[in-house]
């Protein structure tokens, strides 16, 4: 698998989670340390938040499966915390936007600016990684098998 094949799987499992009924019921495996619980409390402090309208969508039972692989991806390989954070203020980032690349200004903002400790760049350092992190494992196990 391409970086651009993995991330694209990401951003379809983000797009499951951020559009489900009811995001905790939504959660789709991986226990307790999920990539929504880590960013829904950034989400749900926009000023903006509440003006948007709630968006519900029903998904196949084929993309709820593949949201679920995308996210056990995440826990199987890419190390909690700051990282983990990253990636998922990113792939959300790619939802609420244009399809795009991520918004790494809006996201150094999430992760506290200049207070945090971060550079945008070493965000995005930081997500980049992770999104190898899963292809170089994912592309081993396929080899492997």
């Given at each position: 698998m391409r970086f651009a094949d993995?991330?694209?799987r990401l951003v379809e499992g983000m797009t499951v989670l951020m559009r489900s009924p009811d995001r905790e019921r939504g959660w789709i495996g991986g226990g307790g340390s999920s990539i929504w619980r880590m960013v829904q409390d950034d989400?749900?402090?926009d000023p903006e938040a509440d003006d948007r309208p709630i968006i519900t969508r029903a998904f196949t039972r084929?993309?709820?499966?593949?949201?679920?692989?995308?996210?056990?991806w995440v826990v199987a390989w890419v190390p909690s915390g700051t990282t983990r954070r990253a990636l998922g203020l990113a792939l959300v980032s790619q939802v609420l936007g244009d399809g795009g690349r991520p918004d790494w200004p809006w996201i150094w903002q999430r992760m506290g600016g200049k207070a945090g400790g971060w550079t945008?760049?070493?965000?995005?350092k930081r997500y980049s990684r992770a999104v190898m992190m899963i292809c170089t494992s994912k592309n081993a196990r396929l080899s492997a098998e």
């Open positions: 993995v991330e694209a989400m749900s402090n084929q993309q709820q499966d593949r949201a679920a692989e995308a996210m056990e945008a760049e070493a965000l995005r």
